[in-house]
């Protein structure tokens, strides 16, 4: 984002202060001409000059509460910059000159702000007391001919881009026409705003003598830190070549060398090396070291057999299956730099191991408590076995009895397994399951003794009893409900039997089934024509009714007649009557003169109640279920012999992290997030970068992390880390590997510290040490773990550990735009124009270095810059003023504290990287 333009102005008035024409006892006075006008026979006009007196500063007895917006360095700081000038931003743009008695041209400002130590005066209150002999040492700090560079007014625009502007005070302490001084490091120092003029409009200083007071509107005490700030510190480090830096040379003592007869020297890197590849090892090295290596006989006594002498250690050996010669193991074990690198590694191991072991222990967790239950469900399935083979039931019966109360908690994608088997579609009541059904329907009591009814109280089976109430009972038979014999009425009156009235026979379940979906419901207009009787109508041309005959019309008519009544049986008994009848072409002249009396109701009424009473219940949904198979479905999901029985998963799925693969003695892969370099650097900071204590201070150095230093060392440490577990009996995979990560570089897209290698276990056999196939890298990382390191000795970034740190291709002007380190989706970090560390460490609080993910040999393509943490607005101390800085906008121009970037060739760096001598 572009910086808001910045605005200076000498200082600003009033319309009213700007119209001062002198002063009178330190009050500017302002004439003012009255034009008077008398009304009246004779108007008379005159003009009268007044002179009005504004307030001098004699009259101010202190400021508005938050007059002051910002004072810089803020109150109590104990880390001021030593060149930065101390200033004080107001609110209001003219308050500095609003009392000022100057009525010319520079305007001095009536408020000052001193800066000055504990030693040199004191504020109570509102005044400023001056220690004895100090008041000059002081004040002459602040010549009061320069006082119109004291102050000055600033313009910036607003988020709206209008103009807002503000006054601001410096602190113009050691600022002098004759150079700088700047402030003493390390120092209590007071701030305060005083006066400037007296009560008669005087200066209170400048002349022969000082006062030993002053007016105080407003101070701060603040601390500064060590001498020198960000542009001092970064300017002054300086490139340095490697001259053996990063590099170690090992004596052995029992080799020689042929060319000088003394101990072969052996030449090895640390974690961090020169950008030179390392050497291979002399050959003499190597048979040494194969001759160590061979295991020595001792000489038993005559008739017993030889046994092998302990030799070295064997590095590799818990990942890999005896005899396996895998070509790392080789390296590893073969080279007396790598096994001095491992041994390094079991040596931290050892020293650190209170740590780690902690680590471990609190990963692991609740692990006893998982292992006690793997212990009890390990002894539960073997009784469970056991009773199941010697008491599980061979009847079905008898086995629904005993796994019905399970079946309640055993769940399904539609409930549990009990709610389906019991549903509305089985005659299975849902009791028939539970325990307190194998309570009462047990064998041998009262309530099952002659439950079938047979007259020798015989016990029904378990079987039998499941059969029932899984059975579909059908309904009774009809019972004719007539309160009399209607034949013998009609006989004795010489009638037709009703029988041969009516077409008799039933009503059909389908039409019964239809007109019950309408009972309750209030009878309209509306829905027997648009609902019952078309579907009525439907039913009536179906081949299943054939023989029931009925006139849908006559139907309707009958229903509608019940007006608003709730439809029930009997309105539906007498409408279908009615419609049989007309079916039939009977009439009331067909009843032999019956029509309108008392008989023929009679008659109608007794066929509706027969025809009430015949009607054959609705369909019977239900179905029995198959219990058989039922019985064999819960005795196959039960069977603590099948693999992962519901009893094993659901102990599984109550321990986090742990996969039952079998109920023996379980080990807990470990793996601790822990960037081991600072274990090395705790411990042995030689080893992480030999040579670091002899780096001069400011100075800037080009390395490279050494992957195979960093395989072996991590081989060491998870050897003794995994030794160490072992022997306190930590159940822990004795294949894992527990320590992945040396540097911890974090992946800012997940917030995950990364491994540097992958698990030994899975490292390819047949590649050596520290290949980039061991490694944790990128996709389309063509160098591996082999990174850039840029090494720093200096307190630049102790003082400012915000420093932005860089790479970057870009070239003279370009780098004046500052960096871009957003990086696309899969975009290789070679392709960028500007990269960051992917990380940094401090070995001293003023060595620190930082790593960047490109090829060492690719370094003279790029520029390492640092740049200056954003800060708020400051002033600097240590530029000389001149004569021609005349007022306030003058200094705070020259003086404004600009942006630090510095860049260092890549070019240069690199050579220097690669002079190791």
């Known amino acids: 984002m572009d910086e808001a333009p910045l605005t200076f102005y000498a200082h600003q008035q009033t319309r009213l202060t700007a119209l001062i024409k002198r002063t009178v006892d330190g009050r500017g006075v302002v004439p003012l001409t009255l034009h008077l006008k008398k009304k009246g026979p004779a108007e008379e006009e005159g003009a009268r000059t007044l002179d009005v007196h504004l307030a001098g500063p004699g009259d101010v007895t202190g400021l508005q509460p938050g007059s002051v917006i910002l004072m810089a360095p803020p109150p109590f700081a104990r880390d001021a910059e030593t060149t930065k000038l101390v200033h004080v931003d107001l609110r209001a743009s003219d308050l500095p000159w609003r009392y000022s008695p100057d009525h010319g041209r520079p305007i001095r400002p009536w408020l000052a702000l001193l800066v000055g130590t504990r030693d040199e005066f004191s504020v109570a209150g509102n005044r400023l007391t001056f220690a004895p002999g100090k008041a000059e040492t002081v004040l002459k700090a602040y010549p009061f001919a320069h006082a119109e560079r004291w102050a000055h007014v600033q313009e910036t625009p607003n988020e709206a881009g209008e103009p807002r502007r503000i006054a601001r005070l410096l602190g113009l302490r050691g600022q002098s026409l004759d150079g700088p001084s700047g402030l003493i490091p390390q120092t209590e120092y007071i701030a305060a705003i005083v006066g400037t003029f007296n009560e008669c409009g005087e200066p209170r200083w400048g002349g022969p003598t000082f006062p030993d007071t002053l007016p105080v509107y407003h101070s701060w005490t603040f601390w500064t830190g060590e001498e020198g700030d960000f542009e001092t510190l970064a300017t002054a480090i300086q490139p340095r070549a490697a001259l053996g830096l990063g590099r170690v040379d090992l004596h052995l003592p029992r080799v020689n060398d042929p060319a000088t007869g003394k101990p072969l020297l052996l030449s090895m890197r640390g974690a961090i090396g020169a950008l030179e590849n390392e050497p291979a090892p002399p050959a003499l090295a190597t048979a040494d070291l194969a001759a160590l290596q061979t295991p020595a ?80 469900l390990a002894m539960g399935l073997e009784v469970a076995r056991t009773l199941w083979k010697r008491r599980l039931p061979a009847d079905t019966g008898r086995r629904l009895r005993v796994f019905g109360p399970a079946t309640a908690r055993m769940e399904t994608s539609a409930g549990s397994v009990q709610a389906a088997v019991t549903g509305a579609d089985s005659p299975l009541p849902q009791a028939f399951l539970t325990s307190a059904a194998m309570r009462v329907l047990r064998r041998g009591t009262a309530r099952t003794r002659g439950a079938d009814g047979k007259p020798d109280g015989s016990y029904r089976s378990a079987g039998a009893l499941a ?74 041309g179906e081949d299943e009714l054939a023989g029931f005959t009925c006139d849908a019309t006559i139907v309707l008519r009958r229903l509608i007649s019940h007006g608003h009544e709730p439809a029930s049986r009997a309105i539906f008994c007498e409408a279908l009557l009615a419609g049989r009848l007309e079916a039939a072409h009977l009439s009331q002249g067909d009843l032999g003169g019956m029509a309108g009396t008392d008989a023929f109701s009679e008659v109608l009424t007794s066929q509706i109640g027969c025809l009430l009473s015949s009607v054959v219940p609705p369909i019977d949904q239900r179905r029995p279920r198959n219990l058989g198979l039922l019985v064999d479905r819960i005795s196959e999901m039960l069977d603590p012999n099948r693999p992962r029985s519901p009893g094993w998963r659901r102990v599984e799925s109550t321990i986090q992290g742990l996969r039952l693969e079998a109920l023996g003695p379980q080990e807990m892969p470990v793996s601790i997030e822990l960037p081991t370099w600072t274990l090395l650097n705790r411990h042995d900071k030689e080893w992480l970068l030999p040579g670091v204590g002899a780096l001069e201070k400011h100075s800037v150095i080009a390395l490279k992390t050494n992957p195979r230093f960093i395989a072996a060392f991590l081989a060491g440490l998870n050897s003794q880390f995994l030794a160490e577990m072992h ?7 004795r294949t894992c590997t527990p320590l992945l990560q040396f540097w911890g570089q974090l992946d800012y ?16 056999a047949g590649r050596p040490l520290g290949d980039k196939s061991h490694q944790w890298t990128r996709p389309g990382d063509p160098t591996g773990r082999e990174d850039v390191v840029i090494v720093f000795r200096t307190d630049l970034f102790r003082r400012y550990p915000g420093t932005l740190v860089y790479l970057s291709k870009r070239t003279g002007d370009a780098l004046k735009l500052g960096p871009d ?21 401090e070995i001293e ?28 607005l400051r002033f600097r101390n240590n530029e000389p003023l001149a004569s021609g800085d005349t007022n306030g906008a003058d200094v705070a121009f020259k003086c404004i504290d600009r942006h630090t970037r510095v860049a260092f060739v890549g070019s240069h760096l690199a050579a220097l990287g690669l002079t190791s001598t």
């Open 821 to 841: 380190l957003r990086a696309a989706k899969g975009e290789a970090p070679q392709a960028r124009t500007d990269l960051g560390p992917i990380y940094q460490g």
């Open 297 to 376: 006989i001792d000489k038993p006594p005559p008739g017993h057999p030889s046994r092998t002498i302990i030799g070295l250690p064997d590095y590799g050996r818990p990942w890999l299956k005896d005899g396996d010669l895998a070509e790392w193991r080789k390296d590893l074990n073969g080279d007396h730099r790598l096994r001095g690198t491992a041994g390094l590694g079991g040596w931290i191991g050892r020293e650190a191991q209170e740590d780690l072991v902690g680590a471990a222990v609190q990963q692991m967790g609740a692990l006893n408590a998982a292992l006690q239950r793997i212990a009890q």
């Open 467 to 540: 059969d029932a109430a899984n059975r579909v009972v059908a309904p009774p038979a009809p019972v004719p409900a007539s309160p009399f014999d209607m034949d013998g009425v009609a006989a004795a009156m010489g009638l037709p039997r009703p029988d041969d009235l009516v077409v008799t026979g039933p009503i059909p379940p389908q039409v019964w089934n239809l007109s019950d979906r309408f009972l309750g419901r209030i009878i309209d207009d509306v829905w027997p024509n648009n609902e019952f009787i078309p579907e009525l109508r439907r039913l009536l």
């Open 727 to 733: 022997w306190r009996n930590l159940p822990v995979d």
């Open 749 to 764: 897209a997940t917030k995950q510290q990364q491994p540097d290698i992958h698990p030994i276990s899975k490292w390819d």
């Open 845 to 872: 609080p003023d060595i620190v270095f930082f790593a960047f993910d490109i090829d060492p040999d690719t370094l003279e393509q790029y520029q390492l810059v640092l740049d200056e943490p954003p800060a708020g």
